[in-house]
């Protein structure tokens, strides 16, 4: 059974431009949930994608939008990039059906933007 | 406008002793709470959790504290081991499609 991985490990972008981050579920996992973790602040929630449709959303404007695929996996589109948009982002991985427990973490993608 | 609340950027313990990690939150409509542990270089991994129905949930060394009235919770590590040196985040849900309400993390050394 392979874990939540996610990819790329580190990116950089300039201010204005576009990224797409990816996340891998956990086998047998169809929710998926995106966080924000900037520099010595706790992780922030984005959004949440259940078989395939946003179900949640945190307080993150629309240029961060997102995809869920039939096969669960998950893609992160932050448009119009800005300073503060640098940070870890993190995804999550968890069976509908559990609780909030069940949420397996990768390690993240770290994003600096120059 | 922090709904949860960990007041200790960090701690440090002797090995054997007790750790004991501190949360607060504000919003009455939490009602499920967890404890995630973070190694650099990896993702946060679930520890232990608690329902807002219950003031208490053991698991080996850990045990989770919740008091409703006081919006208070804490973490114990008994007895603490050098590996449980990492943050640790408290985090908090009113669960469904919400996600998780994290804390500013409490950065734990546990010294030989």
């Known amino acids: 059974e392979t874990g939540v991985t996610q990819s790329p490990t580190h990116l950089i972008k300039t201010r204005g431009q576009q990224v797409t981050l990816r996340c891998s579920s956990q086998?047998?996992?169809?929710?998926v949930s995106w966080y924000q973790q900037a520099l010595g602040q706790g992780p922030q929630f984005i959004f949440q994608y259940y078989r395939e449709e946003e179900n949640g959303r945190g307080n993150f404007p629309p240029r961060f939008s997102g995809l869920q695929f039939p096969n669960y996996s998950s893609e992160l589109n932050v448009n119009a990039l800005e300073l503060d948009d640098s940070a870890l982002y993190l995804c999550?991985?968890?069976?509908?059906?559990?609780?909030?427990?069940?949420?397996?973490f990768g390690p993240g993608t770290r994003l600096t933007v120059l | 406008d922090q709904q949860v609340k960990q007041n200790s950027p960090s701690l440090s313990v002797q090995e054997g002793r007790i750790s004991i990690l501190n949360c607060d939150y504000t919003?009455?409509?939490?009602?499920?709470f967890l404890w995630y542990k973070k190694y650099p270089a990896e993702g946060p991994t679930f520890l232990i959790s608690?329902?807002?129905?219950?003031d208490k949930n053991e698991d080996g060394r850990f045990t989770v504290f919740l008091n409703k009235s006081a919006k208070h919770l804490s973490l114990h590590i008994v007895p603490s081991q050098p590996g449980d040196s990492a943050v640790y985040f408290c985090a908090a849900t009113r669960g469904g499609a919400d996600g998780l309400t994290f804390g500013k993390g409490t950065h734990l050394i546990i010294q030989p």
């Open positions: 999550a991985s968890s069976s509908g059906t559990i609780g909030p427990a069940s949420q397996y």
């Open positions: 608690i329902s807002s129905i219950k």
């Open positions: 086998s047998g996992h169809n929710t």
């Open positions: 919003n009455s409509m939490f009602d499920y």
